[in-house]
């Protein structure tokens, strides 16, 4: 297994420590960093050892990472243990899950909408100002995703 370098964990801290910033785990920050900088798939154990942490934390926080889809899991054939890498599309993942929240977002504002009574006109604006930014966030994503998955073919056509 590749030993981090000062560099690359240093780049591990403070990728816990944006994390942290927005209310987020810091270890799971770390163990992103980690997958990230590895250049094979790795084990609960192998990350726990690298990072210095429990290898029940780095579990927890993996099974939230493959909830979102950030990270694949593997097993080579004959291998008990699983393998934890990066996905190669996490990125256009996370626009998959924004546009899921974007969506949820307008059904409860829809649901909103439908409680206030006719009689509250500033209640009625903001449902609906809640239910038209969700509309506009879902098509930007879906741009956005768009942008993002030409700009990606033209990296990994260029990548050596």
């Known amino acids: 297994m590749h030993r981090l370098s000062d560099a690359e964990q240093a ?3 403070n990728q816990g420590l944006f994390f942290e910033r927005f209310g987020l785990p810091r270890i799971g920050g770390r163990i992103l960093a980690h997958l990230l900088l590895a250049e094979e798939p790795l084990t609960l154990d192998q990350i726990a050892a690298s990072l210095k942490v429990s290898k029940a934390s780095v579990s927890t926080n ?84 768009a942008g993002w998955l030409q700009r990606l073919a033209q990296l990994r056509e260029n990548a050596p």
């Open 11 to 13: 780049f591990v801290e």
């Open 62 to 145: 993996m099974r939230h990472f493959q909830d979102l889809r950030l990270v694949d899991v593997t097993s080579p054939l004959g291998e008990r243990k699983s393998y934890y890498q990066w996905s190669p599309q996490a990125w256009e993942r996370r626009y998959d899950l924004a546009a899921m929240v974007a969506r949820l977002a307008r059904a409860v504002a829809e649901q909103g909408l439908a409680a206030i009574s006719s009689d509250c006109p500033l209640a009625r604006t903001r449902m609906e100002e809640a239910i038209a930014f969700a509309d506009y966030m879902q098509g930007e994503l879906e741009r956005a995703r």
